[in-house]
């Protein structure tokens, strides 16, 4: 008797289910100024590391800041700040592009690959990474409130 109720029970659920409107959601349309405002502030971002300007990064970065690194290890915006201020590394060039990047109401969400070249050990080193960054909007300017990286392997 009770395989009869099981068909019957799942046909009424079905049924209640399909009476429920489903909602998606979608992403806003990304202005032009908003995609360019964020590609800079990435870009600036990196000169800011590269050049140890941690007055920039301090700007940059939200008190709940918190970044996962490509070891695996989380920081949070004191260490960021505390690893901008030791850089120590000869880079010949560092590269960002194929950036991506979705709107959320007063939050972006940044994706971009970085590219570093320099000398490691009297050898050309180029290394890949991925980035996705999150900020969000406060009182007319972005803040980044999470990080991650990931090497990219060759």
């Given at each position: ?6 068909p019957?029970g799942l ?13 998606t959601?979608?992403r ?7 995609e360019?405002e964020?590609i800079q ?5 990196d000169r ?5 300007d ?7 970065l939200a008190r ?29 060039s560092?590269t ?5 990047i979705?709107m959320?109401?007063?939050t972006?969400?940044?994706?971009f ?5 320099g ?6 080193l180029?290394v890949t990474?991925?980035y996705?960054d999150v900020f969000?909007?406060?009182?007319g300017?972005?803040?980044?409130v999470?990080?991650?990286?990931l090497?990219?392997p060759v």
């Amino acid at each position: 008797m009770t395989g009869r109720l099981v068909p019957a029970g799942l046909f009424v659920l079905a049924t209640a289910f399909a009476a429920v409107p489903v909602f998606t959601h979608t992403r806003e349309p990304l202005r032009a100024s908003e995609e360019e405002e964020l590609i800079q502030l990435e870009r600036d971002w990196d000169r800011a590391f590269l050049q140890n300007d941690t007055a920039f990064i301090d700007r940059v970065l939200a008190r709940e800041f918190v970044a996962l690194y490509p070891d695996g290890s989380k920081g949070d915006r004191a260490k960021e700040l505390a690893n901008a201020a030791a850089f120590n590394q000869k880079i010949d060039s560092s590269t960002l592009d194929d950036f991506t990047i979705q709107m959320h109401g007063d939050t972006a969400v940044v994706g971009f690959r970085r590219s570093l070249v320099g000398p490691s050990r009297g050898q050309r080193l180029e290394v890949t990474y991925r980035y996705l960054d999150v900020f969000v909007r406060r009182d007319g300017r972005w803040q980044c409130v999470a990080s991650q990286s990931l090497k990219v392997p060759v």
